[in-house]
């Protein structure tokens, strides 16, 4: 039973960039969840999406979109690649938003930003 | 809003032995969820333990138990008999039903040989 999915594993981009990042979320799993984490922090939730919308949002500026798929998985994209945008970039994968079990993470899309 | 602190950057402990890395949170939410995540070099969370706002008995999962002191909004975990496969960052992180993850700055265990 494949975990969560996540692609690619690293790039490097430039800035003022455009990126598309790529989830897909464990079998049986329906939400998607983005976070980011900077080196040296924890991840911070980036947004959310259930049903294919955006659910919840975090604190992230409108250069962070996302779209989830009728299969459940998802893409971050970020606009206008900033250095500070270097990271790795988790997706997290659950049963219906809200349940405090089963809660998967992949094991993240590292992005440099040059 | 909810927040996490982990006051030890770094810590070490000699392989075999037991050792607690501190959690403390900050929430007006009377229920909430606290966890235990962690992170090795490869970067995958790896979810470890979780207890509830109500719970009354403090969560266990084989060497992982977690020190829930709701007065004192700690939520400390404790692995014992430590092994080198352990070296990781370790994160607590807390969850409203609902809601989305919020996680401390984390722990870099290193288990000594």
């Known amino acids: 039973d494949a975990g969560v999915t996540q692609s690619p594993t690293h790039l490097i981009k430039t800035r003022g960039q455009q990126v598309t990042l790529r989830c897909s979320p464990k079998?049986?799993?329906?939400?998607v969840s983005w976070y980011q984490q900077a080196l040296g922090q924890g991840p911070q939730f980036i947004f959310q999406?259930?049903?294919?919308?955006?659910?919840q949002r975090g604190n992230f500026p409108d250069r962070f979109s996302g779209h989830q798929f009728p299969n459940y998985s998802s893409e971050l994209n970020v606009n206008a690649l900033l250095l500070g945008d270097s990271a790795l970039y988790l997706c997290?994968?659950?049963?219906?938003?809200?349940?405090?079990?089963?809660?998967?993470f992949g094991s993240g899309t590292r992005l440099t930003v040059v | 809003a909810q927040k996490i602190t982990q006051t030890q950057p770094g810590m070490f402990v000699q392989e075999k032995e037991a050792v607690t890395l501190d959690c403390t949170y900050d929430t007006s939410d009377q229920s909430y969820g606290l966890f235990w995540y962690k992170q090795p070099s490869s970067g995958e969370m790896i979810f470890l333990i979780y207890?509830?706002?109500?719970?009354?008995q403090n969560a266990t999962e084989g060497r992982y138990s977690l020190n829930f002191q709701k007065a004192r909004k700690s939520a400390n975990l404790v692995i014992s008999a430590s092994q080198l496969g352990d070296s990781a960052m370790y994160f607590c992180a807390m969850r409203d039903y609902g809601q989305n993850f919020v996680f401390g700055p984390g722990t870099r265990l290193s288990v000594l040989p």
């Open positions: 079998s049986g799993h329906d939400t």
């Open positions: 999406y259930y049903e294919e919308e955006e659910r």
């Open positions: 997290a994968s659950s049963l219906v938003p809200g349940t405090n079990y089963g809660y998967t």
């Open positions: 207890q509830g706002s109500y719970d009354e």
